[in-house]
T-cell receptor, first 109, second 115 residues
Framework: RKEVEQDPGPFNVPEGATVAFNCTYSNSASQSFFWYRQDCRKEPKLLMSVYSSGNEDGRFTAQLNRASQYISLLIRDSKLSDSATYLCVPTGGGNKLTFGTGTQLKVEL | DGGITQSPKYLFRKEGQNVTLSCEQNLNHDAMYWYRQDPGQGLRLIYYSQIVNDFQKGDIAEGYSVSREKKESFPLTVTSAQKNPTAFYLC??????????????FGNGTRLTVT
């Protein structure tokens, strides 16, 4: 099993829709998680940190399911500007952070 | 403003030449990292450093070398031994040595093309 697995997508959704995608991880010792957003040909930028069961920031909600070892990202009221690739990063491997390959989201008119 | 600066943004080299990518941060971060990203793929760790004068190999260190003589600087050299050097290179830093509580801050990347 890969350390981090994400559905690459793309997820094509209409503007205003709610979309969710999951990230599964193999290291049961992972204690905290990060979601990054990466625009095409740009660097990843931190979207959200998750240190407990979840986190919410405006239209974005992250939920952690430790029993099943996955973390989800929910985006409500999608905007065109949300179009990007979302990278999941579980911690727990010392100082080596392993990035998922990312899930591509395309929000359309 | 504090941040991480990578230069140059685009770099072109001939096969067989070594090339050094610059990464400087003024965030006073202890840890620094180099990642490589290929089209349609995730980030892969090349090298990382938790403290000055110390660094560790990541998952794909072959064909690369680094130095950490100063806290602010972590240059990456892509040597001629690297089989497929063309890629997007990202430098990152984090405040602490424990990644669990320290998300990474990224530079804006260097796109290296070797022909």
């Amino acid at each position: 099993r890969k350390e981090v697995e994400q559905d690459p997508g793309p997820f094509n959704v209409p503007e205003g829709a709610t979309v969710a995608f999951n990230c599964t991880y193999s290291n049961s010792a992972s204690q905290s998680f990060f979601w990054y957003r990466q625009d095409c040909r740009k660097e990843p930028k931190l979207l959200m940190s998750v240190y407990s069961s979840g986190n919410e920031d405006g239209r974005f909600t992250a939920q952690l399911n430790r029993a099943s070892q996955y973390i989800s990202l929910l985006i409500r009221d999608s905007k065109l500007s949300d179009s990007a690739t979302y990278l999941c990063v579980p911690t727990g491997g010392g100082n080596k952070l392993t990035f998922g390959t990312g899930t591509q989201l395309k929000v359309e008119l | 403003d504090g941040g991480i600066t990578q230069s140059p943004k685009y770099l072109f080299r001939k096969e067989g030449q070594n090339v050094t990518l610059s990464c400087e941060q003024n965030l006073n971060h202890d840890a620094m990292y180099w990642y490589r990203q290929d089209p349609g793929q995730g980030l892969r760790l090349i090298y990382y450093s938790q403290i000055v004068n110390d660094f560790q190999k990541g998952d794909i260190a072959e064909g690369y070398s680094v130095s950490r003589e100063k806290k602010e600087s972590f240059p990456l050299t892509v040597t001629s031994a690297q089989k497929n050097p063309t890629a997007f290179y990202l430098c990152a830093s984090s405040p602490g040595r424990d990644s669990r509580n320290s998300p990474l801050h990224f530079g804006n990347g260097t796109r290296l093309t070797v022909t």
